[in-house]
């Protein structure tokens, strides 16, 4: 069964970084690509980094420059570094991927950003 954890976020002021984690299991995590999705209160769910199972990133041009996605293929385990967070990534921030044709995301991490 894929599962994936995740760990990380909390408050912060505008400026300051945080750092998100998820570890998945259940599934060849090399062969998967990883994303990051956010939603805040009142919007849709938004895609803002994926990598892909070979380690190429790609970002929204919402994170572009503060956000970055890392992968680690011996603990099954994504990362998103954000730095210079502003009051507008506040969201809940939620990783998945796709098996067998199924989405599976992980279980949302609140992170808050105080001005």
């Known amino acids: 069964q894929v599962k994936l954890v995740q760990s990380g976020g909390g408050l912060v002021q505008a400026g300051g970084s945080l750092r998100l984690s998820c570890a998945a299991s259940?599934?060849?995590?090399?062969?998967?690509?990883l994303d990051w999705y956010r939603q805040a209160p009142g919007e849709q769910r938004e895609l803002v980094a994926s990598?892909?199972?070979?380690?190429?990133?790609s970002y929204s041009d919402s994170v572009k420059g503060r956000f970055t996605v890392s992968r680690d293929n011996v603990r099954w385990t994504v990362r998103l570094q954000m730095n210079s967070l502003e009051p507008e990534d506040t969201a809940v921030y939620y990783c998945?991927?796709?098996?067998?044709?199924?989405?599976?995301w992980g279980q949302g991490t609140q992170v808050t950003v105080s001005s």
């Open positions: 998945r991927t796709t098996y067998k044709g199924l989405p599976y």
């Open positions: 259940g599934l060849n995590f090399r062969l998967h690509t």
């Open positions: 990598i892909t199972g070979a380690g190429t990133p």
